[in-house]
């Protein structure tokens, strides 16, 4: 009878703590979300962060910026992405960098309805890659790929993903870790906090160091890496997926939609690709693709925006700008009558 | 469905839901029964086949034995049956690899395709169950289960069907005829032993595998600081991989109102081979005992008949746990040092050592012969063993954190075997105990999917 007295005391322990935990302790520092702050590379998958932050987004009345590395500037610093080019050409912040290195819109429809705060009544911009159209693997609809990134935010039951077959036990796993905000808040605490993700790894990589290392993380700064040089970007044939056959748009259109049924005012922008780097045929695609989506777009009540960038070196790769490029987005969007009005300037 | 999953847990709570709305012994029979079945079929449907051939035919064998009063005729078919099943499944490939080799070096230019069979999960383990339970039959050491759903259900049983303990029809099946009254104590130390053998998986075994993989991966790479210190991080991952499953199973089976026998009593404190056998998987050390050493004479029939009983049983042991010499080997390594024990404990200067020196000795003895169990090969086993006498010893790369963990458990398994920490027994210590592991593995252990080691026998 004693025996199972202090049992049932320590799940109530382990069930209270586990529950209040997370909002009592979020260890989270929120006066660093300001200026031109982004996500640090090393935390992207650290949604509990991604989840204080929005909420801090959601509080203020900046325009939240959403989207994939494009818009959180994999070739640039906090300075110079494109958040950050638009806030230099106004006069005050305006714009706030919701951006994630490495997520895809499957994986952000997914961030959006697990983890960030819901933004209503406000006005957001979504930045929208056709890089997760330019094949069958992008668009998760090729053969099942082990490699997928942010994994635990696609969907585990429906809609199926043809790439994405975890076995029932992961899913499980990813179903309950991410209902439950404890886990969220450990993984937190595992990438702001210590060393490494895994405390055992970490030992067995650093097996003489002093345990106390572990526990105190120095973060490293982001080194933005270098893009190809212009002279060296090669022609590529692009196997685009059409907007009526790809998933990852589906899953784009969709978040654009719930983020409307809150009330939001959406505008959708749709980053320019390195058409300097596509085969005629591969270009001419493109542009339909474009066109059918502003035209979907449209008829949804989404405002797209689809800046240009006129010459390739304003490019670091197939889909990411360079800051120079960011500059000229940002110049050609603040030209933009479209864009404007919708930022209510 | 391993113990420590999500699925499990769901499955478990599920099966415990049904199980407990009626407290009648045929309605929970019937619920284990089924859950056992969807367990093992959780695995691959296909094993079903298996599990239920293995059941009706040890079931009509003894019924037949009954019946005819051939005892011995269907005593030989169930054994018959049994070792048909454990060549097709588990050592047909060994087999053919080595009538292969045996061609190859008689210059025939043919080699037999291998079968490519897959190995069902947990196979020896229900089989040696069954077959025990025919052969206590057979000495009328217990008596003739009449219902094959009930034979069924003690073959069956999910906690114990994957790897043990290997239980005796005269223990299991009238708990499960009778199915006793599930009480606050059987929960309670069911939900201690589960989250034990949980933290023993996870936190432990499964880390100091990362050790002891990396050494046993490739020996040459390593010298004798580091290859002692990866044959003692596998000495003390098999040990908490295999009793942290034996602690879940028998937790699981606890808070279902069944007491399964031990199978694990501090091994790495034995003072003799004999002690650790009384200590290690004593389930299916007694089997082997009771069913191999003791029918062929035991220690009744003189020196050199021990000896021959003693190889015999320790050198099947070996090879029921797998289809490779250097499982043999191991089993004709253990039953070497147990026969020169036996004639050194009878010289004085052995019978007066302290025993805590024997205890040492008999564990470093262990860990050697851990080195043959682990190794890919025969021949890998003596390179290890080679080269930890041979190379220089340096510093090892074992993490502190693992040394001191290692160290950690050591000391405290003296501190058990001389009672000295009994008062952690007590409601509160267990209690402050499960949350501590919980927090521990919820905090420090990235998710494991590791199956356990004796799966694969």
């Known amino acids: 009878m004693k025996k199972l007295k202090y049992i049932v005391i320590s799940f109530l322990i382990l069930l209270l703590s586990a529950a209040a935990i997370p909002y009592i302790l979020p260890l989270t520092d929120s006066t660093i979300f300001t200026g031109n702050y982004r996500i640090p590379y090393s935390m992207g998958e650290d949604y509990f962060l991604y989840g204080r932050y929005s909420k801090h987004v959601a509080s203020g009345n900046t325009i939240p910026v959403i989207g994939d590395s494009v818009i959180w500037g994999h070739y640039t610093d906090n300075e110079h992405t494109l958040p950050a080019q638009l806030n230099r050409l106004n006069p005050e912040i305006a714009f706030t960098n919701m951006g994630l290195d490495g997520i895809h819109p499957a994986a952000m429809n997914g961030l959006m309805n697990i983890y960030s705060a819901k933004f209503k009544n406000r006005k957001i911009i979504a930045g929208v890659n056709l890089l997760w159209m330019s094949s069958p693997r992008h668009d998760l609809t090729g053969p099942v790929n082990s490699e997928i990134n942010h994994m635990p935010l696609l969907p585990q039951i429906s809609p199926g993903i043809p790439s994405y077959q975890p076995s029932f036990e992961e899913k499980l796993s990813a179903l309950i870790t991410r209902s439950i905000p404890l886990f969220s808040w450990i993984n937190h605490i595992r990438i702001s906090r210590f060393a490494e993700k895994s405390f055992y790894l970490w030992t067995m990589e650093n097996p003489h160091k002093n345990l106390s290392e572990y526990f105190s993380r120095k973060e490293e700064e982001f080194k933005a890496p270098q893009g190809i040089q212009p002279e060296k970007m090669q022609e590529q044939n692009i196997e685009w997926v059409t907007t009526d056959r790809s998933l990852q748009w589906k899953f784009m259109l969709d978040t654009l939609l719930s983020l409307k049924k809150d009330g939001n005012e959406v505008a959708a922008l749709i980053t320019p690709f390195n058409t300097y780097m596509m085969t005629e045929k591969s270009r001419r695609e493109y542009f339909a693709t474009l066109a059918g989506m502003e035209w979907t777009l449209r008829e949804n009540g989404i405002i797209p925006i689809i800046p240009l960038i006129p010459e390739k070196k304003y490019f670091a790769d197939s889909s990411h700008p360079t800051a120079e490029g960011y500059k000229l987005i940002a110049e050609d969007l603040m030209k933009n009558r479209e864009f404007m009005e919708f930022i209510g300037k | ?457």
């Open chain 2, 1 to 457: 469905m391993l113990f420590h999953s999500w699925s499990f847990l769901l499955f478990f709570i599920a099966v415990y839901a049904v199980f407990s709305i009626r407290s009648t012994p045929l309605w929970k029979r019937n619920i284990i029964l089924a859950a056992s079945f969807i367990f093992y079929g959780w695995w691959n449907p296909l094993y079903l086949l298996l599990i239920s051939w293995v059941i009706a035919f040890d079931y009509t064998t003894v019924l037949f034995m009954e019946r005819t009063g051939r005892k011995k005729l269907f005593l030989s078919l169930s054994i018959t049956d049994t070792i048909l099943i454990l060549c097709l499944f588990k050592y047909s490939g060994f087999i053919v690899n080595n009538i292969n080799s045996v061609l190859s070096s008689a210059g025939v230019d043919y080699s037999i395709p291998l079968p490519g069979v897959m190995l069902p999960v947990g196979i020896s383990f229900l089989l040696f169950l069954s077959l025990g339970n025919t052969i206590d039959c057979y000495f009328g050491r217990t008596e003739r289960e009449k219902s094959i759903i009930q034979y069924a259900s003690f073959v069956s049983f999910f906690p114990s069907l994957l790897a043990g303990p290997i239980e005796r029809g005269h223990h299991l099946m009238p708990l499960l005829k009778s199915w006793p009254e599930v009480t606050r104590d059987d929960i309670a130390e069911g939900v201690y032993l589960f989250t034990q053998g949980m933290f023993k998986k996870t936190a432990l075994a499964d880390y100091f595998s990362l050790y002891a993989d990396r050494i046993f991966g490739n020996p040459m790479q390593f010298t004798s600081g580091d290859l002692i210190a990866g044959a003692l991080a596998f000495t003390w991952q098999i040990y908490f991989d295999f009793s942290g499953y034996t602690d879940m199973a028998r937790g699981v089976a606890r808070m279902l109102g069944i007491n399964l026998i031990e199978n694990f009593s501090l091994p790495y404190m034995a003072a003799s081979t004999g002690d650790f056998w009384g200590r290690w998987h004593i389930s299916l050390s007694s089997w082997f005992r009771d069913y191999l050493y003791i029918p062929l004479g035991g220690n009744r029939q003189g020196k050199i008949k021990e000896t021959r009983n003693t190889f015999a049983t320790m050198l099947l042991s070996g090879l029921w746990h797998g289809a490779s010499w250097n499982y043999v080997l191991w089993g004709f390594v253990h039953a070497a040092i147990h026969t020169i024990g036996k004639q050194l404990g009878k010289f004085k200067p052995a019978a007066e050592t302290p025993v805590f020196i024997k205890r040492i000795a008999v564990f470093i003895l262990i860990v050697f012969t851990w080195i043959f169990f682990r190794s890919e090969n025969a021949g890998d086993a003596f390179t290890f063993i080679e080269r930890i006498f041979t190379t220089d010893f340096t510093m090892p790369q074992m993490p502190f954190y693992m040394a001191g963990l290692i160290t950690g458990c050591y000391l405290f398994q003296w501190l058990k075997e001389y009672k000295r920490v009994e008062f952690l027994d007590r409601p509160q210590f267990r209690g402050a105990a499960i949350l501590l592991m919980l927090v521990y593995i919820i905090i420090f252990v990235t998710y494991s999917s590791n199956e356990f080691i004796y799966f694969q026998f």
